[in-house]
């Protein structure tokens, strides 16, 4: 990296931190802290949005689709569905409840147990994501400067602590609309510079063509294959249980519109979430698109994670590897002529070429899975899957001066966002749910106090989590995954709360925890996409507390209770 790229950088990130702690300091209402409220609905959605917008959107998406195309997008169809709902009966019952988390309005409704447990269900699952927020862009630093991935952790995890420990809801607030600014402004850079990359001949209609025919463009699947995870109707469905979920049950975004001046300026800020969602998750999926392009021009590695490569070259397995990567080459240089012929050929010709494209991609795809498993050999614990390499070894390796440093402040500033609204709930989840309900009474300024010790707390174990966080198929699907494994559930509380007024404490208790024993042997054993497990989960914790409670009043009609 070059002198100004650092610049850009560290100025990028301290400004963040400074601005922060400057703007929120000496808080001394910890409703303030907790709350912050008065916000208004356009910061209102872009913290909605940068909260979700974490590092892992921006460093693993263009890899998602850079290896398996558009069709990631179809996961975003249900969220303007969620936001519809959540603007039509969860916003206007938590504003009219005063509360400050989501699991408050669950006591009043059933009993403490069931709070508590939705809580701490939250707790897990969250306390775990913000693990992997820090983890993220610690790969990133660390494939550039060779740095420890503990140390990494470390610094990224302290600089969010700082403000958020300072400023609580506040800081975040005041905070994410530069980041908000930084994310945007990196990407648009990286897609222009992605479109003059490509040879001048190469329109950008062309590049279109050209992912088009490689099957990277086709963004709707309807159909009901379970075993593809991606689909328009586990969008729909699956997309929508989970956007319902972690909109309207998962403290991190509930924190986020509580803090609105009013109901309807919450309700504007998860409208302009919804409408603006989906593109910018199909913009980010498009640079991916043109990253994928430009290596059709450009030669790429074998494999994208640096230091795999570097394992493997050091070790007996070298010449094989060098084989592998000899007939990569090959195939680029024959796939190239390829796509030359495609764009210049006429309509008629078009099908026969692009048969042989997708032939070429097939024989592309089994090199690198080739290339993977003579890493394993050479390093059995050594991480082979590299699709959260793909974006920023473009980002290193082909960017000028400056873009550089712009582009991974981008990622950093998403990963700080996240993280820090993580925090911030873990934070008012811990002091409102668990210490203020079991030990009641106490000063304005202990709780304040205690606020910002959880939420210290909360950072230092999302760091140690981070520490010893593994990628999975990757970054963004693991976040998913766990989000889908916790949410259905709670989310299937929360409508038996709402909807289902004969059910009572006992039955939704037990029917959460079997629902979450359920759910969590199904994902274990593979039962279906991970997108499904949100409406299995909602589901069945339905089904069970209403079986539950039918067999109670049954038993006992003269004991049941009915709100």
Known sequence: MHLIDWIILTGSLLFIVVYGTWKTWGQQNAGDYLKGNATSWFAIGLSVMATQASAITFLSTPGQAFHDGMGFVQFYF????????????????????????????????????????????????????????????????????????????????????????????????????????????GMGLAFVILLYALPEDVTFSNALSIAGASGKLDIVDFSFDFENRYTFWSGIIGGSFLALSYFGTDQSQVQRYLSGKSTKESQLGMIMNGFLKVPMQFFILLVGIMVFVFYQFNHSPLNFNPVATKTVENSEYRDKYKDVEYKLNQNFNSKQNLVQKYIASDEAEKPIIQQQIIASDQYEKELRTEGREIIKKADASEETNDKDYVFIHFILNHLPKGAIGLLLAMTLSAAMSSTASELNALSTTTTIDLYQRNIPGKSNEHYLKMSKWFTLLWGVLAILFACVANLFDNLIQLVNIIGSIFYGNVLGVFLLAFFFRFVQARAVFAAAILTQIIVLFGWWNDWMPYLWLNLFGCALVIMIACLLQTFQRTKSPDKAKVL
């Open 78 to 185: 249900g969220l303007p569905i969620a936001m519809v709902i959540i603007c039509l009966v969860f916003i206007p019952l938590y504003k009219k409840l005063n509360v400050y988390t989501a699991y408050q309005y669950l006591e009043s409704r059933f009993d403490l147990k069931t709070r508590t447990l939705t809580a701490i269900l939250f707790l897990i699952q969250r306390g775990l994501s913000a693990g992997i927020t820090i983890f993220a862009p610690a790969i990133i630093l660390s494939s550039i400067l060779g740095w420890h991935l503990l140390w990494l952790n470390i610094i990224i995890g302290v600089l969010v602590i700082i403000y958020t420990v300072s400023g609580g809801t506040k800081a975040v607030n005041v905070t994410q609309k530069q980041q908000m600014a930084i994310m945007m402004g």
